[in-house]
């Protein structure tokens, strides 16, 4: 298959200064399935035949990434002057892998078919060969050959997840793959073809010893990068790879929401996820993760919320996530349930309606308990949540409002926080308070203090409350 496209002049380089050495060269990866979607390629990674050692001695400026596995990242400036980074791995093969991902032996080959042979999918395997061109370093569109031996072109063409070969092979040398499989189904919105979906169901002891921090990060591509991630989620419980690393999730699957819901749990946290902005998805996926422990059975899910906490650390701490984005997620899925009734109507003739807004004081106690930062993310977790939900009472009008109040109470400069107050440790200190529990309890008391009344913030007033209190 030949195709138009426009190779940056800096990865022209790189190649023109292998070829010109004699050595042969590929550009590969997902640049080539990117180009034969006529999308745009962000990463562009090379094959070629010289060794490691080679390059390294023809790119005095490169960086030994992986002499191992034969890469090196060649840095070359772009037409602009400014460096630019190409990865460059000699081809090879592998075999005897260990621990599910990774293999013991490594040997380097000349040959660029079996190079192509052991990598993952049929739609990763192909190669555009940049040996013999004549590149003259311009950013110009031009044809170029790709060389397909394991028919890439007619997969993408099928929007089919094919693996190279004999798939439970495949699976077997990287555990990884089977969870790179689903996310590119969901990315590309491909189906996985029915020899590698088996394959992916008869390898699960492989994908269980691949670690937490790689499933994590293909995971949440899985997330990020997918239309409807839960497309690639549901390939996930369907193969048994969701269980692996998020078994809780399971739990939802098929436990009715009897009351102001169509979707049972599992259905409803994949589709809030569907519905999610970026920023939430996982707290969308996550928000309603309790829902099976605290089943009544009648519809109701009380302390859903609150129970839900627990379990998001767990979850989160298994993955290994930053302890910051965990309690960023559990915030969000704490207090996702909230409710700003800014208005509703009376049982009249006239229909009037009644507005019955948060005091200040009680949007003050939301802002503190929530997060300055986190408010607007809650926002988008309570939209998505309601979107997602055909049978949902939401109205936008209560996030429009509540966010007029929450304007309007910061306008006013009122304490929201510990910083805000006109008194501060330092003060309490010459009052004998020593450093610790104590004194964060007084600071946390005079900080209800000012939010139900914001004119008791003087360090007058404060200074008397915690003589009072001492």
Known sequence: MKVRFKIPSYVQKVASILAKEDYDVYLVGGAIRDIVMGRTPHDFDLATSALPDEMLEIFPRSVATGVKFGTVLALVPDIEGENREVEVTTFRSESDYVDGRWPSKVEFVND????????????????????DSDLNGEDVEREWEIFD??????DINSKVIRAVGTPIERFKEDGLRAFKACRLASQLDFEIEEETLKAIKESIPV???????????EFMKLLLKSPKPSKGIELMRETGLLNIFLPELLEGYGVEQKLYHSDDVYWHSLKTCDFAEDSVKLAALLHDIAKPR????NGHFYGHDVVAVQMVDEIMRRLKFSKSETDRVKTLVRNHMFYYPHAQKEESKEEKVVFTKWSDSAVRRFIRRVGEE???DLFKLRIADATSNPNSAFKPDEITELQKHISKVRQEDMA???EDMEINGEDLKALGVEPGRKMGEILNRL???VIEDPLMNTKEKLLEEARRML
């Open 416 to 418: 929201i926080k510990i």
């Open 447 to 449: 900080l209800d203090i």
């Open 149 to 154: 031996p394991f028919n890439g072109v007619a």
């Open 374 to 376: 986190n408010i607007e």
């Open 294 to 297: 605290t089943d009544m059975g």
């Open 112 to 131: 660029i078919f079996k190079d192509l042979g052991r990598r993952d999918f049929t739609i990763n395997a192909m190669a555009l060969n940049l040996s």
């Open 207 to 217: 994908a269980k010893q691949v670690s937490m921090e790689r499933i994590r990060d």
